[in-house]
């Protein structure tokens, strides 16, 4: 099941079953499935989700509660994982990453992880950067300065 939101990055295509999201799509994302894998559109199984999406982008919420089902390897749920633990507004290095999760030398790694993200903005792949700044992000630097700008601004 899925439905589209409106948001200041473009609509969002939001995934699940069960009550669960398994993936939070921008448009034009890197590694976006292919829309008709999405099933049939149910508005309603998403209102939690949509409602917390709207109150993250109105400055009124800073964690997520729904809950999350992404499809990936155990090293790819680790990364996710470890993406859940960065404070809002905060942000930390690909080889940061890789240190908390015990795997110091696989920064690369890492990223190749966060880029395959299934549920952006939720699982906040978008607070880790480069040792020299804004790097790479599914949905565009723009949306990654825009989410980032977003989190850091006077509340």
């Known amino acids: 099941m899925y439905t589209v939101m409106d948001s200041p990055v473009g609509p969002l295509t939001l995934v699940g079953d069960e009550g669960a999201l398994s993936g939070l799509y921008m448009t034009d ?14 508005d309603d199984q998403f209102a939690d989700a949509v409602t917390q999406l709207n109150e993250y982008f109105a400055g009124d919420r800073t964690e997520f509660t729904v809950p999350l089902r992404p499809e990936g390897t155990p090293f790819r749920h680790t990364v ?3 993406l859940l633990e ?37 699982v906040p792949c978008h607070r880790v950067v480069g040792t020299t700044g804004l790097t790479g992000y599914g949905g565009g630097l723009d949306r990654k300065r825009f989410l980032l700008d977003l989190e850091t601004r006077p509340r």
């Not at 994302?29 to 149910?42: E, L, S, V």
């Not at 240190?99 to 903005?121: D, E, F, K, L, M």
């Open 29 to 42: 994302q890197r590694h976006r499935p292919a829309d008709n894998g999405f099933g049939d559109r149910d």
């Open 80 to 82: 996710w994982q470890a």
């Open 86 to 122: 960065i404070p809002y507004g905060e942000t930390i290095t690909y080889g940061e990453l890789a240190q908390r999760i015990g795997r110091p030398t696989a920064a690369r790694a890492v990223g190749h992880a966060n880029g395959h993200n299934p549920i952006s903005i939720v």
